[in-house]
């Protein structure tokens, strides 16, 4: 069994483009929809959470004689050669919102309300680490080492079990509140209470989608020697 522990932390925006743009002494709100649209593309790539997991990744295996006798299978586990190992492991994961194809198709306007479909968010892995120095081992005498192909092999197992369960962490829902925490203030220039709008995603997303959701071209690996 594995352990794992999530924290998760309120990022601090810095958005540039992203608050609605106004000349000093110019309090005059924006009146129409293209505006609104244009104000929140500006937004572009919008980070919007942060997630550190410490997870703890174990493996247990002996060596085992399988053969065929009088028909039948048979599997005999070989005594003293139980091995287990227990692997701390650390990774980074961020969300983040483009805004950059937000168009009119992702509003959703009733009398005085006015719903916000979020383009799906993007998953990235950041880093991803192993701490060394507190690996624990049980090696039996007539079993070898793990290898470092075996160590490398525990951290990509690692790394898929942290992915499958995003959901649990809840980045999505913190993505999604911080997104509109940039957003509500945009939509209220243009003439909308607060209580009116509501600010979603076009799902809500399970582990089975985590694999459309992930962006793979800023993955940076770390090590603790």
Excluded at 37 to 50: F, K
Excluded at 121 to 128: A, G, K, M
Excluded at 206 to 212: E, Y
Aim: glycine share 6%; charged share 25%.
């Amino acid at each position: 069994m594995s352990k794992v522990v999530y924290y998760l932390i309120l990022l601090v925006l810095l958005v540039t483009g992203c608050n609605g743009k106004k000349e000093k002494g110019n309090t005059a709100a924006m009146d129409t929809i293209p505006d609104m649209i244009m104000q929140i593309q500006e937004c572009s790539r919008l980070y919007t959470a942060e997630v550190h997991v410490h997870k703890i990744v174990t493996h247990q295996d002996e060596k085992t004689l399988k053969g065929h006798f009088l028909g039948h299978n048979i599997s005999w586990d070989i005594p003293a050669t139980e091995r287990k190992i227990a692997i701390p492991m650390d990774a980074t994961l961020k969300a983040y919102i483009d805004f950059s194809q937000f168009t009119e198709n992702n509003i959703r306007r009733k009398g005085n309300t006015i719903e916000i479909i979020l383009p799906d968010p993007r998953i990235v892995l950041t880093s991803s680490r192993i701490n060394y120095q507190e690996i624990k081992r049980d090696i039996a005498p007539l079993r070898g080492n793990y290898s470092d192909k075996e160590l490398s092999d525990y951290e990509q197992q690692g790394r898929r079990q942290i992915i499958r369960q995003l959901p649990e962490s809840g980045i999505l829902n913190l993505a999604r509140d911080n997104a509109a925490r940039i957003l509500i203030p945009i939509i209220e220039m243009t003439g909308y209470r607060e209580n009116n709008i509501t600010i979603s995603f076009r799902k809500n997303f399970t582990g089975s989608d985590i694999p459309s959701l992930l962006d793979n071209s800023n993955v940076e690996h770390g090590k603790d020697k």
